[in-house]
């Protein structure tokens, strides 16, 4: 399933997936615009340059290389959404059990 950036009525950009190409009569009016179809690190990234006022992109940029350009941005922000956007189903499990126990140590094991 493809990944589309939907602009709502008030101006809110949102991440959604759809199986085939959305329109407003397919999401009930929710976006007045969408882009897509990409993947969903790009869509993330399309909708985090727009919401931090980065310089817009070159017309006619594909998929690919929105993706391409989302890999290798620097922004200390965007790498940190990155790696989560990006990790392993089983390491993200394990991540986020580490810090549930980092906050909830009555839960730890005792060693």
């Known amino acids: 399933m493809a990944y589309y950036l939907g602009t709502t009525p008030t101006g809110r950009l949102e991440v959604f997936r759809s199986r085939a190409k959305p329109t407003r009569a397919s999401t009930d ?6 882009r897509g179809p990409m993947s969903e ?42 790696v989560v956007l990006t990790i392993p189903a089983d390491e993200l499990a394990r991540y986020q059990e580490d810090e549930a126990l980092e906050y909830n140590p009555d839960f730890a094991p005792v060693l």
């Not at 727009?50 to 290798?72: D, W």
């Open 29 to 34: 009016g929710r976006y007045k615009c969408c």
């Open 41 to 82: 690190g790009a869509a993330h990234y399309l909708k985090f340059r727009e919401e931090n006022a980065y310089p817009p992109l070159p017309p006619g940029l594909t998929a690919a290389e929105l993706e391409t350009l989302a890999a290798e941005d620097q922004d200390f922000y965007w790498q940190a959404l990155w």
